[in-house]
């Protein structure tokens, strides 16, 4: 032994000891262990003294128990003490205090089933753990399906997990639970859903497969092995399902409290069913195969809701409804076969009776004869040689054969449902990997091992020995990759067992051989057993009091095999002329069910279905099938199968889960320690422990072991290389170097090292606690010390000062008082001695009285008592008297009727002798009658006699007769005299009586006078005080009519109140509602995307030469986007088409659904859009509702406005018809030439024009009065229309309590509100293009005014020459724009031909004209240098004036054209249509954000879209409208598509989506939205088009963008969030690192690859600068950072919960540390408004609930109110999951945690544990104007939008 274990038994190191029943407990040392001693000194934790004797020969000492910080750890292996009582004591820790049910142990998963549903499978579990690594979350069934997933995607090897376990320990749900993960996070590429066909394939083989037993009510009662298929992305595609040995004899057999199986109850329940009226089913009692075991109901479970489970997962797996009803046929005729009654014949024969009701329901089910079936079920065929004979069965064999062909017909039928599951879950995809999941039953012993118990263990122990390697290999792998000496661990190798029972003459080979013999038995066959095997293999021994079977020394225990039945199960024998029976039904499915009898078959019979590999099945190819083959044993089958299954699992990566059941009554959360130890022996956990155990078991990595025991090394240790420093540390602290050993990432340790290193680095942290303590009490103590000698000196001072004046004072007032006391007292004893004299005399004289009195009457009382005595005695006396005299008369006549009765009964009695005497002595009838005669003689004289005495006693009766009556006649005269005597003592006592009532009534009456009187007075006093109270009454009136009025005040803002209550509650609701409608978006969208797919997998498929996705043209696009708000769909409907033309041989059923699904969810849109509408619509008339009083006041200035508007069309007409006259004017003056300055008609021309300017001025004003007092006259009719009463209205709204009576209210209010909006919208409109149509011609007349005004000024400027020419070139103008209107205007083509005709000869006339003028000019021209040459310096000035008119003339044309251009630019900008795709393409899907973003203006894709719309409504092109905007949303879309995982890109297009969604309301003409806007930008308002419906549209594309914004961020910043949130240690040193075991976890040491805090603010931090660079909106922006903050507060909080070992007291601080860094982030972007931080609140209080104190209620009470935003289920959680990380720290006791679940029972929540991480909250775009003016945006050359013109 070495010296460190010596030093840790210490005085109270806890040790562990056996216990018959807890099977080891928990014990302390109380004395120090020195060696050689013989015993140890321990105390229980009861406190009960015990001495432990050790072992002499060995001197082993008991287990040392491991420090309680690592009690509950994750992973067994993490332990220090490897061995038996700590993985059973972790494990019920695990298991009962924190009710966690996995646990690791090494590579192997322990899963303890707790007896009830844990809502730990959900989803957001799966996603959890989804993606993570084995070690970095807690314990769970789905890290091991995570890690099978991923190293079968990253090593491209084949996966296995095996579950195994005994009945009852949950295989059968873990093994479910697993399928459902693979199935979650994997997909599928098929159209039929694969994963949900295998999670399908579970409740169909519970069904048939699985029953009730004493340890499980689901019962698994077959082995099966599923490989589910894995195409090349790791998509399931198909599955494939073997299965190994089910157990037949149930179906005929159940013991007490089993089952059968559940398919047979489910049937049963459902008979009532009327599909299955036809089966004759009833009760499961009333069938023999069902009720044997006696428990045929299954507390809750309904078996008839599960058989409708059963029926819907056959419909999922293509079975359709008549092979359900045909196979629910097969199980009836099975129940009814049961029933089938044999009797006995004679001794050798047995027959059916005729009409046999259940025999006849069998052949009917079965479709097969009825004399056939009863003929061979009592007979069979013997064949020889030669001859075939039939011989008769006893009824004992006829009754095995019906239960053999009961069996034999269900294992068929077991086999087809198998073999056509199989062929449901199989693909034509190739398959790439796989994953199978082995659910097989555990080791198994009962009192009665039969052959499939043997089958069973026999399976195990293959299995075992498969681990053992496995477990072995790992530590001899781990051991080499590090590079470190290893030596051979020996561990229990149970290959000779297997040899036992597989090798040659082992068990199954004699057992096959002895099937063979012609007379073999088990008798025999054990025989063999025993001669062959007892003496050369120590693992075979013979029963003691048994010949008929054995035992084997199996890896878990030795089990005892009853040798009966072993030959008939391993031959598994039926009657082959049954079979034939069977085989000629007219039944389809039974003949198809015995069709594959010449195929192979698996253990259990069932054929194997097909799938994307290579099957391991026993079945051999149909060309080498012989008949030898079909007539193997059951034990070969199995032994092939098994050894197939093997090399599977040895071709695969295994994982192993082993389950543990905790108690053999079903008890949830109830721990039985000595069964767990049971199967963790068992099942191999204990043995992976000790092959742990005997090499390195603890390793650490060199950062984890510095981190963690660096407290140990000194300053001058620690040094650059922290491997050299852990080095250096190690051999100092350890002398034996064997103890540990070096490896190139990791420290290797024995078992116990790291307790004791532990045990030192917790002395040291003690003896730095004692240090410190001492020094700060001392400083402490020292300082208080002081502080209260200066104050007691103080204290001392003033005391003292204070006492002496107060004994001066004290001696003075001592005096005084003694004086005053002395008088004083000296007066009081006087007058109480006085007053007690006078008291003393009158009660003398008072007491004397009365002791007189009482004498008196003392004595008078006795006179009057003897003369009471006298009389009373003598009444005694007399009544006693008679009362004697009536006794003995009475007793007189009882003896003397007892005598009569005596003498009565003698004489019957001789009469009865004398009867039967005579029938005795018939012979003596003569003396008898002489007798009689003698008789008869005696009676007469007795007749006599007897008459004499009567007449005697008449006689006597009659005196005493008359003597009675007279005495009672003197009795009533006496009674009457004493009557008498009473009646006048009472009329004397009445006569007294009225007298004194008479006098009371004379004292009544007066005193009712006085009373009468006394009243009369009473009353007039209170007249008068009510006099006084009626003027108090009043002033309280006017006091309560005050307090009225303040109360209508009070009830009216309470009113306001419950208004704005009710406007915040719609606001809630419309929230709720978008949120809904953006749900449903994304939705919409991924139905969208998934139907991209399988259209593009659709044309691969189908080989077309057209890959990608494919685009329709742009007006089918648009039309489809005008309808359906989506242009998307025009494409889903051509891809259909598509698929529809190319998909020959393909199954268009999905895209059916698809579309249908497509339509649905359409619909759904619509729905929702509508109630978001309704509720927008009643927000707002919400909101209305305040100002309805002030409207309504504008009601009396309606009419005047009416009367003001028709005024106004009038003087519009007026204006119109001078206009028309003043234009008729100008062209008759221009065809005259009177036009010139100063005429009077130029005058009168100006006259007109300035008075038109500026009455167009007055009706501009007049005209934007009119339009908003039309809109004020909407408001006002629309409430006028649906209150007439605003007051009354709102209390009737606010009355409405039911939800009923709101709606049907608000459905009123909104068919009012459409009629009149759409009356008053009609009305708008026309006056609208009324005014628009004045205000146009108006400005057009002006516009022709100032051209012909500036025409005739520079007319009058030029020389006649040049005036000519100008005027020519005017009327060509003019007159080609005014044709131009006429062609525009015809609609005939013969006018419009002619019309064309006449432009163009008037024009030529005008070209020849203004040729000749030319002429004229230059000839002119000529002639005038001419005579310059000739004049001198006066013609060179007239040259000059001459020829600048002519420069003139070509100036106004070349000035004019481009300033004016720049001058009017409206912000448009024209394109051809062909250019469409052009520009769409340049500017949308070949556009780089990164470029545009810095160097452009921001949103300038947007600006660019919106100035195109806007030409193309300038110019009043609708079709240019809808294709330009689908074009737009379809190629956003695809960019979105295909780069939807770039930020930058998404969050571009998120801002230019948004900026042209803005654009379409500033620029839509709706005065909401152009209130905002300046002149100019009204002025470039949308005039033609109302594209409300497309800025919905836009809207919803926006929402896509900002969920696609969400996705893309969200899977930035998931690799950071736990790594930087909880792992990494911002605040460095405050957290330990604890030992992890075998799974590490990811360091929480900073690694240079490792995520951290400032990561995360960095990424955070380039979002923000990237979308505020794009121009997102500010309050986009806040949303954004909403929803990045609850990304982050929820996944950190999900990973706490999910990981134990992150659940400590330093956790909790670094975790709010990192919460104030995020906060100060937010302060920095001035972000604390956008309620990014209220987001956190979980996460803050999980946090708290880490550090606060959790011992008492006080801190329970704290707990409840503090953690508001935590629900129960995660409260209790981080309880559970608190784990010290250093030993100062306590764990969170039981009793504490369900305090906290009693107090917080009350609460109404979600039991759901973890948040939802996929919650978006719904996003809202508010209207943000740009104060950017369109005519000053510039395209910049690198758009390459050259082709675009400036309008």
């Not at 449902?417 to 995809?429: C, G, M, Y």
């Not at 034939?580 to 259990?604: I, Y």
Request: net charge positive.
């Amino acid at each position: 032994m070495n010296q460190e274990l010596y030093y840790m038994f210490v005085k109270l190191a806890r040790v562990w000891i056996p216990d018959a029943e807890e099977v080891w407990k928990s014990a302390a040392l109380t004395k120090n262990y020195e060696d050689g001693d013989g015993s140890l000194q321990l105390a229980l934790e009861d406190g009960t003294n015990l001495e432990h004797k050790l072992d002499p020969k060995t001197k082993n000492l008991p287990y040392l128990r491991n420090p309680d910080i690592l009690v509950g750890e994750n992973d067994l292996t993490a332990l220090s003490y490897l061995h038996e009582p700590a993985v059973l004591h972790n494990l019920k820790v695990r298991f009962i205090d924190s009710k966690l049910i996995y646990t690791y142990c090494g590579i192997v998963l322990v899963a303890i089933n707790p007896y009830e549903s844990l809502p730990i499978y959900g989803s957001d579990i799966i996603n959890a753990y989804s993606g993570q690594n084995m070690g970095d979350m807690d314990p769970h069934i789905f890290a091991v399906a995570e890690e099978a997933y991923k190293q079968m995607a990253r090593d491209e090897r084949n996966q296995s997990i095996i579950v195994s376990g005994e009945s009852g320990a949950g295989k059968t749900v873990s093994a479910k639970y697993a399928m459902r993960y693979f199935a979650t996070v994997s997909g599928t590429t098929s159209e039929a859903n694969v994963e949900q066909k295998v999670l399908a394939s579970n409740p169909i083989m519970e069904a048939i497969g699985n029953a009730k037993t004493t340890r499980n009510d689901n019962s698994s009662r077959f082995g099966k092995y599923i490989e589910i298929g894995f195409d090349p992305r790791y998509r399931i595609i198909g599955a494939n399902m073997r299965t190994y040995l089910l157990e037949k004899s149930r179906v005929v057999f159940q013991a007490d409290e089993e089952r059968n199986y559940h398919i047979f109850y489910q049937l049963c329940a459902s008979a009532h069913l009327p599909e299955l009226k036809d089966l004759r089913l009833g009760s499961a009692n009333d069938f023999l195969y069902t009720r044997q075991g006696r428990s045929p109901v299954i507390e809750g479970v309904d078996d008839t809701k599960e058989l409708s489970t059963t029926r819907h997962a056959f419909t999922l797996l293509g079975v359709n409804e008549s092979y359900q009803m045909g196979l629910f046929q097969v199980l009836a005729a099975i129940l009814h076969l049961g029933n089938v009654e044999v009797k006995d014949r004679d001794s050798d024969s047995s027959v059916i009776p005729p009409n046999n009701s259940h025999l006849t329901a069998f052949c009917e089910l079965v479709g097969v004869s009825y004399q056939d079936m009863s003929h061979w079920l009592c007979h069979r065929k013997l064949r020889t040689a030669t001859e075939t004979y039939i011989k008769t069965v006893p009824r004992l064999q006829a009754v095995n054969s019906r239960d053999a062909l009961a069996k034999h017909v269900y294992a068929k039928l077991f086999s087809w449902i198998v073999e056509h599951v199989n062929k449901a879950l199989v693909t034509n995809i190739k398959q790439r990997s796989f994953i199978g999941v082995l659910d097989i039953y555990g080791f198994e012993t009962f009192e009665i091992n039969s052959f499939e118990q043997f089958c069973i263990n026999y399976a195990n122990e293959k299995l075992q020995q498969q681990f053992n390697m496995h477990v072995f290999k790992l530590e001899q792998e781990e051991y080499m990759r590090e590079e470190i000496p290893w030596t051979l661990i020996d561990f229990y190798d149970n290959q000779p067992c297997i040899n036992l029972i597989e090798a040659k003459m082992g068990v199954l080979d004699l057992l096959d051989e002895e099937c063979k013999m012609p007379k073999g038995s088990d008798e025999s066959w054990a025989q063999k057993l025993y001669n062959t095997h007892l003496k050369t293999c120590s693992l075979f021994q013979k029963p003691r009091l048994s010949n008929r079977a054995f035992i084997i020394q199996h890896f878990a225990d030795k089990v005892e095999y009853q040798c009966e039945g072993f030959l008939e199960k391993n031959k598994d024998t039926v009657n082959e002329e049954q079979i034939n029976v069977l085989k000629a039904s007219k039944f389809p499915l039974l003949v198809e069910l015995f069709q594959d009898g010449e195929k192979a078959v698996s253990p259990t019979g069932q054929p194997q279905g097909a799938g994307g590999r290579t099957r391991l099945s026993v079945k051999p190819d149909k060309g080498r099938t012989s008949s030898r083959e079909h007539k193997k044993t059951v034990g070969c089958q199995f032994r092939n199968s098994l050894q197939m299954l093997m090399d599977t699992l040895n071709a695969t990566t295994p994982h192993y889960v082993r389950c543990i059941k905790p108690n053999d009554f079903k008890l949830a959360f109830s721990f039985d320690p000595m069964r767990a130890v049971q199967q963790l022996r068992a099942c191999g956990v204990l043995e992976t422990i000790r092959i742990s155990a005997a090499g390195f078991p603890s390793r650490w990595t060199y950062q984890e072991f510095y981190s963690r025991y660096r407290v140990l090394m000194k300053q001058k240790d620690v040094l650059q290389d922290k491997r050299l420093t852990c080095r250096n540390v190690l051999e100092f602290l350890v002398q034996d170097q064997d103890k540990y050993q070096f490896g190139k990432t990791k420290i290797f340790f024995r078992a116990g090292q790291v307790a004791y290193l532990e045990k030192l680095r917790s002395d040291k942290l003690r003896v730095a606690c004692v240090r410190i303590q001492k020094t700060i009490r001392c400083w402490l103590a020292r300082k208080k010390f002081l502080r209260q000698r200066r104050s007691a000196i103080t204290i001392q001072r003033f005391t003292r000062g204070f006492q002496a004046r107060c004994l001066a004072k004290f001696m003075r007032r001592t005096s005084a008082a003694t004086t005053i006391q002395k008088y004083q007292r000296m007066c009081v004893a006087r007058r109480r001695y006085r007053q007690k004299q006078a008291a003393a005399l009158a009660m003398q004289t008072i007491l004397r009285a009365y002791m007189a009195r009482q004498k008196y009457r003392a004595l008078l009382r006795e006179s009057k008592a003897v003369v009471i005595q006298k009389h009373a005695r003598g009444l005694l006396a007399r009544r006693r008297f008679k009362r004697c005299l009536r006794a003995i008369v009475y007793l007189q006549c009882c003896l003397r009727r007892m005598r009569a009765r005596w003498e009565l009964k003698k004489l019957k009695i001789e009469a009865r002798s004398v009867e039967h005497f005579k029938k005795l002595n018939i012979g003596m009838e003569n003396k008898i009658m002489q007798l009689q005669r003698r008789i008869d003689e005696q009676n007469n004289n007795h007749r006599a006699t007897v008459d004499k005495l009567a007449t005697l006693e008449a006689g006597h009766a009659a005196d005493s007769e008359r003597m009675r009556v007279e005495v009672t006649r003197l009795r009533g005269v006496e009674e009457d005299a004493r009557n008498n005597a009473n009646r006048a003592n009472s009329l004397q006592g009445e006569l007294e009586r009225l007298k004194k009532e008479l006098a009371t009534t004379q004292k009544e009456k007066k005193t009712i006078e006085d009373w009468a009187t006394k009243y009369r007075d009473e009353m007039e006093k209170m007249v008068s005080e009510l006099k006084s109270q009626n003027g108090l009454l009043k002033s309280e009136k006017d006091d309560l009519n005050r307090m009225i009025q303040e109360q209508r005040q009070q009830m009216t803002e309470q009113m306001a109140r419950a208004i704005a209550e009710e406007t915040q509650q719609l606001e809630t609701d419309l929230n709720e509602e978008r949120s809904r409608y953006q749900n449903l978006l994304t939705e919409h969208l991924r139905l969208e995307e998934k139907h991209d797919d399988l259209k593009e997998e659709m044309a691969l498929s189908s080989n077309t030469s057209r890959p990608g996705h494919r685009r329709t043209d742009s007006t089918h696009s648009s039309n489809e986007s005008e309808y359906t708000y989506n242009s998307e769909y025009a494409e889903a409907d051509e891809g259909s088409r598509v698929s529809e033309d190319s998909g020959r041989g393909m199954d268009t059923n999905l895209t059916l659904k698809l579309q249908k699904r497509l339509g649905e969810l359409e619909q759904d849109k619509q729905q929702l859009r509508d109630e978001l509408e309704n509720k927008e619509e009643l927000f707002q008339r919400a909101r209305a509702r305040d100002d309805v009083e002030h409207k309504k006041a504008r009601g009396a200035e309606l009419e005047y406005e009416s009367l003001k508007r028709q005024e106004l069309e009038s003087e519009n007409k007026k204006l119109k018809h001078n206009l028309a006259e003043m234009r008729q004017s100008l062209l008759g003056n221009q065809a005259t030439g009177a036009g010139a300055p100063g005429s009077p008609a130029y005058k009168v021309l100006l006259d007109q024009l300035n008075s038109s300017s500026e009455e167009l001025d007055v009706r501009k004003e007049e005209v934007l009065i009119l339009r908003s007092q039309l809109v004020s006259q909407k408001e006002a009719t629309h409430h006028k229309e649906t209150m007439t009463e605003p007051t009354h209205h709102v209390v009737d709204v606010s009355k409405l309590k039911d939800t009923d009576e709101i709606k049907q209210a608000y459905v009123g209010l909104k068919d009012t509100n459409r009629l009149l909006e759409s009356q008053l919208q009609a009305q708008r409109r026309s006056y609208d293009n009324e005014t628009e149509g004045l205000r146009s011609e108006l400005q057009n007349v002006k516009e022709e005014n100032n051209r012909q005004q500036q025409l005739l000024a520079q007319n009058l400027q030029l020389p006649p020459e040049a005036r000519i020419e100008a005027s020519l070139q005017h009327e060509i103008t003019r007159l080609t724009n005014e044709n131009l209107e006429i062609l525009t205007d015809n609609q005939d083509p013969t006018a419009s031909r002619e019309a064309r005709v006449t432009i163009l000869r008037r024009m030529v006339d005008l070209m020849e004209q203004l040729e000749k003028q030319d002429k004229t000019i230059r000839k002119l021209k000529k002639q005038l240098k001419v005579y310059s040459k000739r004049i001198g310096e006066m013609g060179v000035g007239q040259t000059e004036g001459q020829t600048s008119p002519g420069q003139m003339v070509d100036e106004p044309v070349r000035a004019v054209s481009i300033p004016r251009r720049e001058k009017d630019f409206q912000g448009m900008l024209e394109y051809k249509r062909q250019d469409e795709l052009k520009l769409v393409k340049n500017l949308i899907l070949e556009l780089k954000p990164r470029g545009v973003a810095v160097n452009l203006i921001p949103g300038l894709p947007a600006y660019i879209l919106f100035m195109c719309l806007r030409h193309a409504d300038y110019v009043n092109d609708d079709e240019k409208v809808r294709t330009l905007l689908a074009s737009t949303i379809n190629c956003i879309k695809k960019i979105l598509k295909k780069r939807g995982d770039d930020f930058e890109t998404v969050s571009f297009w998120l801002a230019n989506t948004c900026r042209f969604l803005h654009c379409l309301k500033q620029y839509s003409g709706d005065e909401v939205f152009m209130k905002h806007n300046s002149a100019r930008q009204n002025e470039h308002c949308l005039s033609n088009f109302d594209l409300a419906e497309y800025r919905q549209v836009i809207s919803d594309l926006a929402i896509q963008i900002y969920q696609q914004l969400i996705k893309c961020m969200e899977n930035i910043l998931q690799a950071m969030i736990v790594s930087g949130m909880l792992e990494h240690e911002t605040i460095q040193g405050v957290s330990g690192v604890k030992p992890t075991g075998l799974r590490k976890r990811t360091s929480s040491i900073a690694d240079e690859g490792m995520y951290t805090l400032e990561s995360i603010l960095r990424q955070l931090g380039a979002f923000h600068s990237t979308m505020c660079q794009h121009g997102t909106d500010p309050e986009l922006i806040k949303q954004v950072v909403k929803q990045q903050f609850y990304i982050i507060g929820a996944v950190t909080l999900n990973n706490l919960l999910l990981r134990k070992d992150m659940c400590s007291w330093s956790k909790g601080m670094q975790i709010r540390y990192n919460v104030s860094q995020l906060e100060e982030w937010l302060r920095d972007k001035n972000l604390m408004a956008c309620g990014a931080k209220e987001t956190l609140e979980p996460l803050i209080q999980a946090a708290q609930l880490l550090q606060v104190k959790k011992k008492t209620d006080e801190d329970a009470e704290a707990i409840c109110s503090m953690c508001h935003a935590l629900t129960t289920a995660q409260i209790v959680k981080v309880l559970n999951l608190y784990t010290p990380v250093n030993e100062f720290e306590e764990r969170v006791s039981v009793s504490f945690i369900r305090t906290i679940q009693t107090r917080l029972r009350g609460r109404c929540e979600s039991p759901q544990l973890l948040m939802d991480t996929k919650v978006i909250y719904p996003v809202t775009f508010p209207f943000n104007p740009s104060a950017l003016a369109l005519e000053t945006i510039q395209i910049p050359s690198s758009l390459n939008l050259g082709f675009l013109v400036r309008v």
